[in-house]
């Protein structure tokens, strides 16, 4: 799609939305860009956004309760949306609607009726909408999915994903109908697009909770999904299993015409050839880590703020970021009626 670029000199100017777990993280990004200003930060608990702000140094910024209040009173370049999924859809809109572009947290929506509302919105507005996949932005995963070119014609990719997830989950995923599907899984989903650059066409999934789980919903999940030029992905993932623990982006195998690679998510990948033939093993630049950012937010807002400048479509743009999401939904709707499920007809936008 086109939107709508900004031609204003100097810093853009957000608002923020959200002082939860992430919200920290991303006003930070937004206070040491060189190319953002906070203009602005809501959250329903207004306590919690003044004591971050003082945290952060900028006890100054203007912080309120009333989302369409600030952004009428503020009237920023962009919206950052860090809101829990069940809020994105109102908050978003709120902001698409006021002819502002859109830079989310994942997943996009809560519902897929949501995020194709959304999406036409977007659309309506002019305005690009963006999700921050922020593992698309790992050194690692892109040396991954560039081993993973020379492999020639692919069969099959597998991704394990095994955390016990506790303590410091964000509350809501405790009582969510799916929480490992429809919170965690995307960002696995979206890498094994990343990886391939194939598109999900059908899924059989099963899910289950296991007895000792602290979730109400199932936190273990198998998929099985078809993806376009035959290619099979195969997801596993336990977000209730100690012991053995997996990395946050999974553990991964690829198999295809001139032999495999594996990765573990953290690490350089690895190759094997098959008779014959030479692999490569790209090498991925990797900086010192800064462990008090969270990782990939920095290069998430930097491709928003170079797309809102060029016209160029970033990872994570709403209409290629639907796939991800329908990978996910489909996925559910498997797991609850026993039978493979087109994921190619959720994504309709």
Known sequence: MSFATVTREGPLRAVLAGAGALGPYWARELIESPDCELAGWVDLDMARVTAEATRLGVPDVPAGT????????????????????????????????????????????????????MVAAADRAGQLLMVSQNRRYMPELVAFRDTVTGLGRLSDLSCEFYVAHRGKAATFLYALEQPLLLDMAIHLFDGARAITGAEPVSVYCDSHNPPWSWYAGPAAASAIFRMSDGLRFTFTGNWAADGFRTSWTGAWRATGERGSATWDGKRVPRVEPAPGARLEVAVPVVSEPDETRFQGLEASLADFVHALQTGSAPAGECHDNLSSLAMCHAAVESAERGMPVAVDAYAVA
């Open 66 to 117: 009333d989302l369409e209040e600030m952004l009428d009173g503020r009237r920023p370049n962009f919206l950052l949306n860090v809101t829990p999924p069940d809020a994105h859809h109102g908050v978003t809109l709120a902001g698409l609607e006021r002819g502002l572009p859109v830079l989310s947290e994942k997943p996009m929506a809560a519902t897929l009726a949501q995020a194709l509302d």
